[in-house]
Antibody
């Protein structure tokens, strides 16, 4: 069974840093594209970043370029999102999700339960 | 302001049918597959429809998807109270080079 389990959320201060993690099971993380999608309180879904299966390509939404880095550790089957220079508008639940198939990079299935990042001033 | 436009809310009675629209442009819906996701309050989103009209295993055939030009539509028949949720469309935008979602449509089953 495919499972994704996020952790690492917290309450960093504005301008601070945080790394969230996503441990996956049921598949090899180097086979599929992996993504982070966030949801601000009471708002809709916002795609944040994607790393492709071979890890030779990464994609970011404009608002996090230069501040967030997506990476993975194959030995730990874990996806990461390193966040720095955090802003209030980064406050959200961060979901880890997987490309549905090898070729379906931006069709997200399944999703983890999410981890809350609350940036405080 | 979302790149993909959905109605904020819709409602229908149990047993009835509802459709939810998702409007985009040639750089997103017009040139990429559309997915639909459902999110029940307090839970993570779940894939409902992929490649415009395909259902993942376990999704009942009461749910259907279609696409025409730069718009997509989710259809739900035989509405149940358990269908109350927010529904999102999503796709890739080749001009923005980002994945994009609609703003979500809250479905109320009266």
């Amino acid at each position: 069974e495919v499972q994704l389990l996020e952790s690492g959320g917290g309450s960093p201060q504005t301008g601070g840093s945080l790394r969230v993690s996503c441990v996956v099971s049921g598949f090899n993380i180097n086979t599929f594209a992996m993504s982070w999608v966030r949801q601000a309180p009471g708002k809709g879904l916002e795609w944040v970043s994607t790393i492709n299966g071979s890890a030779n390509s990464t994609y970011y939404t404009n608002s996090v370029k230069g501040r967030f880095i997506i990476s993975r550790d194959i030995s730990r089957n874990t996806l990461y999102l390193q966040m720095k220079s955090l802003r209030a508008e980064d406050t959200a639940v961060y979901y880890c999700t997987k490309g549905r198939t090898v070729g379906a990079t931006f069709c997200f299935d399944p999703w983890g339960q999410g981890t809350l990042v609350s940036v405080s001033s | 302001q979302s790149v993909l436009t959905q109605p904020p809310s819709t409602s229908a009675a149990p047993g009835q049918k509802v459709t939810i629209s998702c409007s985009g442009s040639t750089s997103n819906i017009g040139s990429s597959f559309v997915s639909w996701y459902v999110q029940v309050t307090g839970t993570a989103p779940k894939l409902l429809i992929y490649e415009n009209n395909k259902r993942p295993s376990g999704i009942p055939d009461r749910f259907s998807g279609s696409k025409s030009g730069t718009s997509a539509t989710l259809g739900i028949t035989g509405l149940q109270t358990g269908d109350e949720a927010v529904y999102y469309c999503g796709t890739w935008d080749a001009s923005l080079t980002t994945a994009v979602f609609g703003g979500g449509t809250l479905l109320t089953v009266l």
